[in-house]
């Protein structure tokens, strides 16, 4: 998968050291996958959510900060849509980001 882009991530760990690990395991594993489906995707990600118009939802740091991205399977391409806090997550609109 491609993702776009790493950049954020880096600038949210800069500033949340506590969880720099998982999301460069994160971005290490889906750069490396090739899933064609959501369902291949919840095999390595069971805790994962899927959302409307293409979001999916990561927890990090055992659901401490959330991760949205866009997938799309047929392309094998991620948009990185949001990264924050579990507090930050609650106050936006999760399938329109």
């Known amino acids: 998968m491609r993702i ?4 954020t991530l880096r600038e949210f760990w800069i500033r949340h050291t ?3 690990q998982q999301l460069k395991s994160w971005y290490r594993e889906t750069e490396k996958a ?3 489906n959501p369902n ?3 095999l390595e990600y069971p805790s994962a959510s899927i959302l409307e118009n293409d979001r999916i939802v990561f927890n990090i740091k055992g659901n ?3 991760l949205i991205v866009k997938m799309n399977f047929e392309y094998q ?3 990185i ?3 924050g ?3 930050e997550y609650d106050k936006i609109d999760a399938n329109n980001i």
């Open 18 to 20: 506590d969880c720099e």
């Open 40 to 42: 291949e995707m919840k």
């Open 77 to 79: 391409i991620i948009w």
């Open 34 to 36: 090739s899933w064609n």
């Open 85 to 87: 806090t579990h507090t």
């Open 81 to 83: 849509k949001f990264i």
């Open 64 to 66: 401490k900060y959330r």
């Open 4 to 7: 776009i882009s790493r950049r």
